[in-house]
């Protein structure tokens, strides 16, 4: 009991006495008494021990009464929470009322009933309790919600992290963007050159949203560059990748993931592009003379069906192409905003040429409207420019 710490404020020495001797003979010692409404505010103001004070406040007192010390003590941050007991030798119901309004928990009438007082203390001390139970869990729960926070935006950093820098050569330029839908996402997209003459890409969207396909899309990232330099094929990569995921559920037990996946490898020097679509939207492969090929010769999405049929395309170039890919949350966002993906495609084009050329306003445009729309998934795209050089032509 002695946890609690009595502020007794009554301008009657009398009532503070008979208040202290009730406390005391329930078990409370811990007992200082005023006189006035302002002594009793200078001392709060100093106190170090705050969390434990229950103030039991006459209402009519002289200078400052007891309603006006209960709004000043519930108006300020620090004592908000300190119960606050109202004395009174009335029943007045419109002073109750507003003493209830301010924050009061409960009230006693004078001539004191020794019984009553210590049976409403013990009923503000309950409340007292579950409030402290309350704001202790609230404040681990702010921590532990701080701590997530500060988890997830290192999380979110590394998997930017683990995206690959943009390549701009002479005969080939990649570029990603990635934007999710939450703190962390299920998309991923990386390429690299995998050999002579020959450039990967490769971008997958994991089933559903946040951190577990977050983690899951990192724990691929990592194997993707061996991958790479094993499988040049994109068949055989593609069926690598399916193998792995199957593999990877069957370690979950009754969850199961699975992804969309595209992968194209470009070689500059026979200049032709080959591809797998795994339940990708079909892609645009969009040549100089505005002949567009729509990407979608492959397979269902990977990690479904252990054993899959995987057919792929190889397209030739011989002028200055593009390859846009991108993830089926910005397709549906197009789709959804009435936007023609052809005009997208074009839009896209020209901007990823301007930025090519130095000015990367009109891309940063594009990013910033696809960023602006209201979206329900993780957005990804990769734009791919291939450059037929002159001498190449001759």
Known sequence: MNKWKFLLVDDSKMSNKILSDILINAGHSNIVTFRSAIDALAYLKEDNDIASNIVMTD????????????????????????PIVMITSSNNIENLQEAFSIGVLDYIIKPFNSVEIITRINSV?????????????????????KMLVEDLNIARHLQFQMLP??????????KGFYLPIMTLGGDLYYFEKISENKYGVILL??????????????????????????YENPVDLIKSLNDFIIEFNANLGDIEYHCSAFYIVFDTKNRTVDYVNAGHPPLAFIQSNKK???????CPPIGIFKNINIMHEVIPYGCDSYAVTYSDGLYELLREK????????????????AFLNGNISPLEKIFKAIKNMERFDDVSLVLIKLSVLERELE
């Open 59 to 82: 209402l009519i007192m002289p200078v400052m009464d007891g309603i006006e010390l209960s709004r000043i003590i519930k108006s300020d941050a620090r004592f908000s929470d300190i």
């Open 125 to 145: 001390l309950r409340l007292k309790d579950e409030m402290e139970k309350r704001l202790a869990h609230e404040k681990s729960i702010e921590l532990l919600n």
């Open 165 to 174: 820098p943009s390549i701009n050569l002479n005969e080939i330029s990649i």
């Open 205 to 230: 969207d994991i089933m559903g949203h946040g951190t577990v396909t977050s983690m899951i899309t990192m724990y691929i990232r990592s194997n993707l560059p061996p991958l790479f330099k094993i």
């Open 292 to 298: 567009v090929t729509w990407m979608d010769k492959g």
């Open 338 to 353: 009435n936007i023609d993906i052809n005009l997208f495609h074009q839009e896209f084009i020209l901007a990823y040429d």
